[in-house]
């Protein structure tokens, strides 16, 4: 691509060949990315002075954090095993549901083109809702508290593993689906016994890897009243108590990287 | 008996795979359909159990008219018509004695076909069926593990086991090496002399085709324009299927 209209200048070799040398247009994207990048802090007021005369105030909160209450950890034991549980049904009963989700939206098992993208379309706008939201409206309607978390965590399931699922379908080997028609079973029937064997690996690996990502997710859920430890979380912000929050990011880290390496054992096996 | 009457396929896109085809095959006859890709071949043999659907005329499969059946007719019909493949169509992740039992699937109760359950009587059946092709001894390794010709051999006992009067085998040795398809043409020769099943089969190796089939259909463009025992299928022959071409050009290996 040639961004600005620049000569490319020619080299004579030894020989008496000669080789045009195109010119390099990295100076002018760097000009450009500064021009626009001051451009961007004047629009939007940002000041560098403002963020270093501040950045005592950042010191005192790190302090505080990387001091943890371990006093405070044991009434956090609750809050934290009712954020797994939320994060774990939400997360089964969700892959559950996405494998007929999945089904239903895959064109090569579902001939009905208005099914095929209605489900592909329920998919998409379930996906592109964010968690915190679904998670803010399920506590109107259902109370603060696990359930709004558990409903949320279950809606982003079916349309995270359902989407992965329903591409791994569509992109399934369809010779042994023919053999199974031909031998005289349904077509239901015949992705029982074709499709589901070859995207079963996947597909568990896949409810896996989004339990993992859900236990993160429930546990910021509390934020917006739907239960679990997010709900210390957003009460110790708001008292300023940073080493209760350091105790609770702690525990939460080390939750997480505990799950993950269970999920990651259990996912390498399938593979 | 298979009856063609009058048969004509044309695709959604237009194209006529079949144009008025007239064919009757009786109980225990041993077909070859030969032709050149694209003649429609593959066409021919999947209209059999419907898993291409003919557009004129009637097709008679053991006393039914295929084009009027509803879906579960379809199904009940499919269980007496086995098929084999070019590509075996395996479920490459399952052993090789899951792959044979799938062919008693229609025929379990609701719960055993969604947790596939099967009997000892149900296993019994599937091991027979691989004794007789030979690879019993291969009964519990995945398929995915197996040579061409043993899978080839697993989908034969696939067919086997379903009990059918017809085995309708779409290029069933093109993917095999010239030793590997002699033995599977024999077991093919088996069953249709033993079990007298109708074998009806695309082929590309005129060679083969001539040597174990006793009738040749010759579909050139979806017109069968030869139709007769195989001792008659001479060099003028071929030269009409082939359109012209010389057959060892594109029927040998």
Redesign the interface.
Known sequence: MKLFGMKPSTVTLSNGKTVVMKRSQTPFVVLLLVVLTIAAGKLTGFNIVELFERLPALWVILEQLFNPNFAYASKLWIPLLDTIKMSFIGSALGALLALPMAYLASSNMISNRVVVSLSKFFLSVLRTLPTLIVASIATFILGLGTMAGTVAIFMFTIAYVGKLLYEQIENA?M??Y?????????PL?SF???IL??VLPSYLSTALFSFEGNVRYASILGLVGAGGIGLMLNENIGWRNYSNVGMILLLLMVTVIVIETISETLRKKLI | MIQFKEVGLTYPNGFQGLKDVNVTIEQGEYVAVIGLSGAGKSTFIRCV?R?NEITEGELIVQGQNVPTLN?KEV?????S???V?Q????????TVLKNVL??F??DLPVWR??F?IFTKEEKMKALEALDRVGILDKAFVRVDQLSGGQQQRV?LA?TLA?EPSII?ADEPVASLDPVTAKAVMDDFRTFNKELNMTVIMNIHHVELALEYASRVIGIRAGEVVYDGPASDVNEAVLSAIYNGQLPEEIGGE
């Open positions: 080997d010779k042994a023919d053999a199974m028609l031909s031998v005289g079973m349904t029937q029982r016994y074709a064997p070859q | 159990n898993m879906k199904r009940q019909m499919r269980r018509i086995g098929m493949f590509s075996f169509n395996l479920i490459t992740r399952a799938v062919s699937v229609p076909k969604v596939g989908a696939r379903q309708l």
